[in-house]
Nanobody
Framework: QVQLVESGGGLVQAGGSLRLSCAAS????????MGWFRQAPGKEREFVAA????????NYADSVKGRFTISRVSAKNTVYLQMNNLQPEDTAVYYC??????????????????WGQGTQVTVSS
């Protein structure tokens, strides 16, 4: 069992930046690929980014490529999502997820084993 706790969400103006953090209750490096997903009101949950178990491979949705960066710090059992040049369409609840023995190529939320409670990101125009 892995507990995930996201933080770092908030309100930001268009063009601004935020960094989300996802702290795990146990060591995830080497065992869990980690992903970020988001869900806007009235929309389905969508894949945002993922990072491999070793942190060497990353994968991004086209909508965030070049603006968002996913990273992980093994010593802190923490995964980050640096979000730059935020736009109103990025407004959503952002969720962290862990995929046991998975890869960064896994974009289907149903294949992730553990989820955080989510953190709200609101981008004003």
């Amino acid at each position: 069992q892995v507990q995930l706790v996201e933080s770092g969400g908030g309100l930001v103006q268009a063009g601004g930046s935020l960094r989300l953090s996802c702290a795990a209750s146990k060591r995830t490096s080497g065992t869990y690929a980690m992903g970020w997903f988001r869900q806007a009101p009235g929309k389905e949950r969508e894949f945002v980014a993922a990072i491999s178990r070793t942190g060497s491979i990353t994968n991004y949705a086209d909508s965030v490529k070049g603006r968002f960066t996913i990273s992980r710090v093994s010593a802190k059992n923490t995964v980050y999502l640096q979000m730059n040049n935020l736009q109103p369409e990025d407004t959503a609840v952002y969720y962290c997820a862990a995929n046991r023995f998975g890869s960064a190529a896994t974009t289907a939320g149903g294949l992730y084993d553990y989820w955080g409670q989510g953190t709200q990101v609101t981008v004003s125009s």
